[in-house]
C-alpha cells in the first residue's frame, strides 16, 4: 500500500516556483515576485548579453535553439527578457495610444519567465523559423502566450515572438489542446484532478483553490507547485519514483 504525505494549503504555497502564474491586463504580477535570474549572454544568441532570465527558463531555451540550430536554423536570437518595473513604466509611456506594451505590472517580463525571440532578417510571424518554434518550443516548456486565435481571450494582440516557460507537463498540455494559460486554468479549476503522458511519463497535476485544502501526495514521488495568481495553487506529481 502507497504511503501518503498529507500537505496543506499553505506549505504548497511555499514551496511555490511561480513557474504557472498567470500575468495579463486583469492579474498583476505579484509583489516580491522575483525569480532565479541568471545572464543570458554566453548561453544563447543576443544582440544584449545583459538581458536576464529564469534561470531553468534559459536552460531551455538553449537546449531549444540548439535543437533549431540541428536543422538548419542557426540564428535565433533574444531580444527581451526579463524587465523591471520601472522599463516597463517607460516602454509604456513611449508607446503610449498604441496598444504595443503592457502597462507597468500586467507583463510577463517581469517574472522572468516571458522571452522575445527574432530570427536574423526575417519576420518571424510569417516564415519557416517562426512556424518552427510555434511547432516545436512546447517540447521544451515553452508556449507561444498570445496566438491569433486566442486574442479575445488573452487580450493581448497577437505576439509571434512572445514565447513564457511553464515546464512540462504544462506546455504540452496546452499546446496539443490548443489552449491558453487563461483556459488551463479554467479547466484545472473544473476537473479538480487531471493525468498527462508526456514522453512516456504520466504526471498528475491537481488544482487547489482554498486554504482549508490539503493534498495527499504519494511518499517518495518528485512533485513540484505553484501559484496561478489567482488565488489558487497547481501541484504537479510525478508519477514514478
Do not use: C
Not at 536554423?73 to 498604441?98: C, P, S
Not at 516545436?136 to 486574442?151: A, D, E, V
Not at 512572445?162 to 494559460?181: C, E
Not at 498528475?204 to 501526495?217: A, N, P, R, W
Request: proline residues 4%.
Amino acid at each position: 500500500m502507497d504511503a501518503f504525505v498529507h500537505t496543506a494549503f499553505t506549505q504548497l504555497v511555499a514551496m511555490s516556483n511561480d513557474r504557472l502564474l498567470l500575468v495579463n491586463p486583469i492579474h498583476a504580477v505579484p509583489d516580491n515576485i522575483i525569480g532565479d535570474l541568471v545572464r543570458i549572454g554566453g548561453y544563447v544568441d543576443t544582440l544584449d548579453p545583459e538581458i536576464l532570465l529564469d534561470k531553468d527558463a534559459l536552460a531551455s531555451l538553449r537546449a531549444m535553439f540548439n535543437s533549431a540550430a540541428n536543422v538548419g536554423f542557426t540564428q535565433f536570437r533574444v531580444t527581451q527578457g526579463f524587465r523591471t518595473h520601472e522599463y516597463q513604466q517607460n516602454l509604456y509611456d513611449q508607446m503610449a495610444g498604441t496598444g504595443q506594451a503592457a502597462s507597468p505590472g500586467h507583463s510577463e517580463h517581469q517574472v522572468g519567465l516571458a522571452v522575445d525571440i527574432s530570427y536574423h532578417g526575417v519576420n518571424i510571424g510569417n516564415s519557416v523559423q517562426g512556424d518552427w518554434l510555434m511547432n516545436n518550443s512546447y517540447r521544451y516548456g515553452f508556449i507561444l502566450r498570445y496566438p491569433q486565435h486566442k486574442t479575445h481571450i488573452t487580450g493581448v494582440p497577437f505576439e509571434p515572438w512572445h514565447y513564457r516557460y511553464v515546464g512540462q507537463p504544462h506546455a504540452y498540455f496546452m499546446t496539443h489542446r490548443d489552449i491558453v494559460m487563461e483556459e488551463y486554468f479554467d479547466y484545472l479549476r473544473a476537473s479538480r484532478e487531471t493525468t498527462i503522458l508526456f514522453n512516456g511519463v504520466e504526471f498528475t497535476v491537481f488544482y487547489l483553490g482554498s486554504e482549508d485544502e490539503v493534498l495527499k501526495i504519494p511518499e517518495g514521488h518528485h512533485f513540484w507547485t505553484s501559484q496561478n495568481n489567482m488565488g489558487g495553487i497547481i501541484v504537479t506529481i510525478e508519477n514514478s519514483k
